[in-house]
């Protein structure tokens, strides 16, 4: 594969940075008091997982010294795990780590907020410049595995949260939710991508049922006149709230907001109060899933686009912020 050596050269520093400051930020916390620390440990994702919606999903909720250890290295833990002659591993699903760690300390020290914050930056660099000289998501994918084998871009990008700003949070309440991501469409949008998927099939000589039925699907679109919404499934996600002690207090000025955030890397808390747990459960999928509501208002299947009339946006989620 060819690829410009300026940008590769680029690349290549973001990442020796990122595991420079990695490095440093693991050493520095590992010298700090300890008061608490859980994981709530999902199984690895394998190849064959990554068009199916889980069933099932287990979780092994571990505490102490083995939890601190696990999460450390999972704030940087950039690799998926290599396959062996029984299992792939995929690189495309994303590990997710939720837990958290609580230092024994009223704040966080200010190197340990320039490290993470430093940390933070250099993946942001990093994502800019692979977008920046790529042309679309497969290509930034064919780069930065040719570059870097068996790396998790997700993990990469994600940052590191310090949870005790302004106060720390007196409860962390770990949660599975599932969204539907909802992005605009017009019917003109709708039809050209439906145009491309005909025009793939008759190439691909797909099923003649196959390409009669996106033709079915195009003829239709052209006739309605009803607003359209996409209703996409979102693989389900560890969520964690963060809630705070006045945020219902008696002075309005004083309220301190829930927080919600997927609960991708464990959450570095800087606090002496004991903090209240909600532990992550297993993931059962619901036997009746929303979606199938809306089934009647179906246009395309491929596109999960329907026919909305009161153009309404439909949610999951019953928490408002994601990955």
């Keep these: 594969m060819q690829i410009q050596p300026n940008f590769e ?8 940075e990122m595991q420079t400051l990695s490095e440093q930020l693991k050493t520095h916390l590992i010298k700090l008091p300890v008061k608490e620390s859980q994981l709530f440990q999902l199984p690895l994702f394998e190849k064959e997982d990554e068009n199916d919606q889980p069933e099932c999903i287990s979780v092994t909720g571990i505490a102490g010294k083995e939890a601190f250890e696990q999460s450390l290295n999972s704030l940087t833990a950039y690799y ?3 396959n062996t002659l029984e299992k792939e591993y995929s690189t495309r699903l994303v590990r997710r780590y939720p837990g958290f760690i609580q230092f024994d300390l009223d704040a966080c020290p200010s190197y340990v907020c320039k490290l993470v914050q430093a940390l933070n930056d250099t993946k942001k660099r990093f994502m800019h410049c692979l977008k920046n000289n790529t042309k679309d998501h497969q290509q930034q994918w064919d780069v930065i595995h040719h570059l870097f084998k068996r790396i998790m871009t997700h993990q990469l990008k994600r940052q590191i949260l310090i949870a005790d700003t302004p106060t720390a949070p007196a409860r962390l309440r770990f949660y599975w939710a599932k969204k539907m991501s909802s992005p605009k469409i017009t019917k003109k949008q709708a039809l050209n991508q439906l145009e491309k998927l005909l025009h793939q099939a ?11 039925d996106i033709q079915s699907q195009i003829n239709s679109l052209h ?4 607003k359209l919404v996409i209703r ?16 219902y207090g008696s002075d309005p000025s004083t309220h301190l907001r829930p927080k919600e955030c ?9 606090s002496k109060e004991v903090l209240k747990i909600t532990p992550l459960t297993h993931y059962v999928r619901p036997e009746v ?3 199938h509501e809306y089934k009647a208002d179906l246009m395309s299947p491929q596109l999960h686009l329907y026919r909305s009339p009161n153009a309404k946006t439909i949610s999951f989620m019953h928490d408002k912020k994601t990955d």
Excluded at 9 to 16: R, V, Y
Excluded at 202 to 212: C, F, G, V, W, Y
């Design 223 to 226: 006739t309605c006149n009803d």
């Design 289 to 291: 899933d929303k979606i």
């Design 9 to 16: 050269t680029e690349l290549k520093q973001h990442m020796q």
């Design 202 to 212: 008759s190439l691909a000589k797909e099923p003649e049922n196959k390409i009669r």
């Design 262 to 270: 997927s609960a991708t890397t464990p959450v570095l808390v800087f």
């Design 80 to 82: 998926a795990k290599d």
């Design 232 to 247: 996409r499934p979102v693989r389900v996600k560890p969520m964690i709230k963060l809630s705070y002690k006045n945020e």
